[in-house]
């Protein structure tokens, strides 16, 4: 099969059939592509079947659509997946057609030659198509695509040319189709958001990113991996893992890993108490309410901790440990004055 995947309807339609026999093919026999990932693949058995079915993809040149909750690693396997194909050497280029307003989409795909609108450069710009050509284009929310740019895009795909805005003449490109979005494309076509003729070009080979909560295996793979790189040598006990894989992690992998930012920030040389961390966890999750302190004392059960409340509890609550329950000698652990030490241990059910 050729690389091109821009070609005439005809020839499209006879390399896609042939492709999809080849897949099939290498799926059946199990001889996979050799594929490398630059991140972390795990022991999850779901994660592993993604990236089996990308390394059979990679080299096919067939569109590919990735799918998945947000964070959950979609730009990342959509670069792998060219680094793994025969267009390794050639650009691959980015699009987030999410973060453009619907008036620069057409420029920035497609470029425009000098003079084409008010603020237009002298010398023109090349758009993202001719700077992937050759290579991979990867659009990103590509649900979020308005309607007229949807028509120039299905131009593209069928001929494998587009008109530069402003421009009388078109060009001619090579360039690999990889899209994402963390909708369902088929809910998209049945309420009249994204065209069905459209969605039976880029939906050809759809590839499903599971959440993080789904992969809880991969859990400890990942903060070690996160350890490694950035040479933060903390011990992570069982407890402190179970906390991370108890966590249904809404943000997927983003979110972990700011999560790990964090800590590793404000805990440099060992980390908090497995409660402390269960808080910093939940304390930036959009869905979570107020946490309630329920070991004691009316102050404490109308409250709710923040994360530098839980520090400063398990502060005090270690310091009263360390000295066997006298008060004076916690006090000068912590270098707390009488007064707001005795506030402290009240507030926070210690006393």
Known sequence: ????????????????????????????????????????????????????????????????????????????????IHLNSPRRNRPYVEVNCGALPENLLASELFGYVPGAFTGAGKAGAKGKF?????????????????????????????????????????????????????????????????????????????????????????????????????????????????????YDWPGNIRQLLHTLERLRIFHPQELPSAETLRGLIRELDPRQEQRVCREAGAETASKSLTYREQLERDELKQALAASGGRVQAAMKLVGMPRSTFYRKIKKYGLD
């Open 1 to 80: 099969m050729r690389g091109m995947i821009l070609a005439k309807g005809g020839i499209f339609m006879q390399e896609l059939e042939q492709s999809k026999r080849e897949t099939r093919t290498h799926v059946s026999s199990e001889t996979l592509y050799p594929f490398h990932f630059p991140g972390v693949t795990g022991e999850s058995t779901a994660f592993r079947n993604v990236l089996r079915q990308a390394a059979v993809l990679a080299p096919s040149g067939l569109p590919v659509h990735l799918t998945g909750e947000t964070g959950t690693g979609k730009d990342l396997l959509a670069k792998a």
């Open 130 to 246: 001719a700077a992937a050509d050759g290579g991979t284009l990867f659009l990103d929310e590509i649900g979020e695509m308005p309607e007229a740019m949807q028509k120039a895009l299905l131009k593209v795909l069928d001929h494998g040319r587009f008109l530069p805005v402003g421009a009388d003449q078109d060009v001619a490109c090579d360039v690999r189709i990889v899209t994402a979005t963390n909708q369902d494309l088929r809910t998209l076509v049945q309420s009249g958001c994204l065209r069905a003729d459209l969605y039976y070009r880029l939906y050809v080979s759809p590839l499903f990113l599971p959440p993080l909560r789904e992969r809880t295996e991969d859990m400890k793979a990942l903060v070690t991996w996160y350890k490694n790189k950035h040479r933060w040598n903390v011990r992570w006990s069982d407890d402190h893992l179970a906390e991370m894989t108890g």
